[in-house]
């Protein structure tokens, strides 16, 4: 990693790293902008990304080019009802030699793209848990450490739900983005269906090693922060959680649960990285409002008077950015 003389020139740095990802992944992927924009906040937060979209919106292609293009290992697990815990953890066999020794499974990777994750049972959900917070899996009462950087990148069909496990509260909150992809354009429709059925295949150059997202992690953490927007993050978050002398009209009518503390983390966090990716040596409340939604999205859960009267989480979480300002 190239040493910088300060954090200023490191900031400049990764806005032009950011850039430059921007501009490498969009040769391949068309019209999905915020998508890997939201994505790459993700990254450079060390946070993980839940792709929420019907098939066929290019969600493991964007991960797929986000892998070659950050220069990282990367593995794909397809999540499917008989998958067990030791598919992805690893397990122990007996060797040559008569000892047990531990082969690691695919989630000993920088990225892993958790394909249709809802597909598989609650005990192979939860092998995911302790790898996603901690960045280690126990496995035969040894602990092992991944590989950083680390990212979990899962994807899940919102459409089909036959046979499916809803993820619990404790698997959502792992992640730090709920990124929804919806369809494309009619213009950039068109220039998908031109570029994918030609014999031309286009390279993506690799922009950054896995040492320099570890640095840029580091320096996202080390950037400042007024107390003014740290406490405008809390009080969002605050007054998504019912019953509270805080919490907002519609969470109290809507709400039946708000996000925990770890969304007050994230929200800083994103506004942190969102900053440095602007130009911005240090977030304000605009760079907060700039990630909310998708930090937000997966961790309120409506009640079935919200369900029944068509109110969205996006529209709730609107209300409340208003009732802010």
Not at 142 to 153: D, Q, S
Not at 190 to 200: G, K, L
Not at 292 to 304: D, F, Q, S, W
Request: hydrophobic share 40%; net charge negative.
């Amino acid at each position: 990693m190239e040493q910088f003389t300060s954090d200023v020139e490191a900031v400049d740095s990764l806005k032009a790293s950011f850039s430059d990802l921007m501009a490498e992944i969009k040769k391949v992927i068309i019209g999905q902008d915020d998508v890997v924009k939201e994505t790459l906040i993700s990254v450079f937060s060390g946070g993980h990304c839940l792709l929420v979209g019907v098939p066929g919106l290019a969600k493991t292609l964007l991960v797929n080019t986000i892998a070659d293009a950050l220069s990282l290992n990367y593995k794909r697990i397809q999540f499917t009802p008989d998958l067990m815990p030791s598919d992805i953890i690893g397990s122990e066999i007996l060797n040559e030699k008569r000892d047990f020794e531990f082969i690691k499974g695919p989630l000993f990777a920088n990225i892993v793209l958790a394909d249709e994750i809802n597909r598989t049972p609650p005990k192979t959900q939860s092998a995911l848990l302790e790898a996603m917070q901690e960045k280690s899996v126990t496995a035969a009462g040894k602990r092992f450490e991944l590989g950083a950087p680390f990212f979990v990148l899962a994807t899940q069909n919102p459409i089909e739900q036959e046979g499916t496990y809803p993820l619990p509260e404790a698997q959502l909150d792992r992640f730090m983005f709920n990124i929804l992809l919806d369809y494309p354009s009619v213009e950039n429709e068109i220039n998908i269906v031109s570029s994918t059925t030609t014999n031309i295949q286009t390279k993506v150059n690799s922009i950054l090693t896995g040492e320099q997202i570890n640095a840029y992690q580091q320096l996202v953490r080390k950037i400042p922060v007024n107390d003014n927007v740290v406490r405008y993050a809390v009080k969002l978050v605050s007054k998504t959680r019912p019953g509270r002398e805080d919490a907002h009209e519609l969470t109290n009518q809507y709400i039946s649960w708000g996000a925990g503390p770890r969304a007050s983390q994230y929200l800083v966090l994103g506004a942190k990285t969102h900053a440095a990716i602007s130009g911005k040596y240090s977030p304000d409340i605009e760079d907060i409002k700039a990630v909310a939604l998708p930090i937000l999205r997966h961790r309120l859960v409506r009640n079935y008077k919200a369900e029944a009267a068509g109110i969205t989480v996006e529209h709730i979480v609107g209300k409340i950015i208003e009732s802010l300002n």
